[in-house]
């Protein structure tokens, strides 16, 4: 009796000491659906986090968070033992959103919705409304204000700065999901911080008692775009705790600054 039980607390130890791509591996040889729900259960939480904040909406997230480990399953037999398993869950899960944001934005070729304008209006009507009765209440309007300015940013943009600043991931792992040159992530995260200032710079002058802060750009920091001189002056996000959004899934609780 005592030696089963070594042999089963040998086993237990084994399968949860497992890496990830050694799960996968077990799931694209064998079925293996035991490990199929461990993974499942390790990134449910990443990938609802990233569809949610591409889309800017928490119940399709949840939905491309199911297709994703669907469409994991159904690819099983494409992953690549030596590459990581990260990359590859990423990659779907991106590619789902894309396809999402062009669904987006044929209904609304169909079926106008507000217009950029409109948007900005109501980015206004968010900063003028003030900071609320508390502070907690501040950060919640504050974190709207963010949110609105990010989904405002085309997909390619939107994509490194999710990735990098609230999936916390180095720009080598970005270049790599995206298989583009790490330079080329590098001069995207900068044009997207540099959109993102400008959306909020005067929504935030407008709110004086805001927590976020816009600064310019040191003088000696490469401006992103050197054709331009007064890219130089462009500002930037730095406040080192963004507010927690009154969004079903906050996408505003980590630092945004330039790299």
Known sequence: MTRMKGT???TLSLLF???DEEAMSRVKMHDDHDEFARL???WDEPIRRLCTRMTGDAHR???LKQDTFLRLFEKRKNYDPTGRFSTFLWRIA???CYDELRRQQRRREFWPGPKEEQLDEQLDKTAAEGPGPDLHAARLEEGEIVRQALLQLPEIYR???VLRHYEDLKLARIAEILEIPEGTVNSRMAEALGRLSRLLEPKLKENPQSHLRVARTDAGQAPSRPSKPAAKDRPRITDDRLPITNHPTPITNYQVSAL
């Open 8 to 10: 089963v607390l040998s």
């Open 17 to 19: 000491s497992r890496t």
């Open 40 to 42: 499942m259960k390790r």
């Open 61 to 63: 997230g949840e939905d």
């Open 94 to 96: 991106l590619n789902l």
């Open 159 to 161: 994509t490194v700065l």
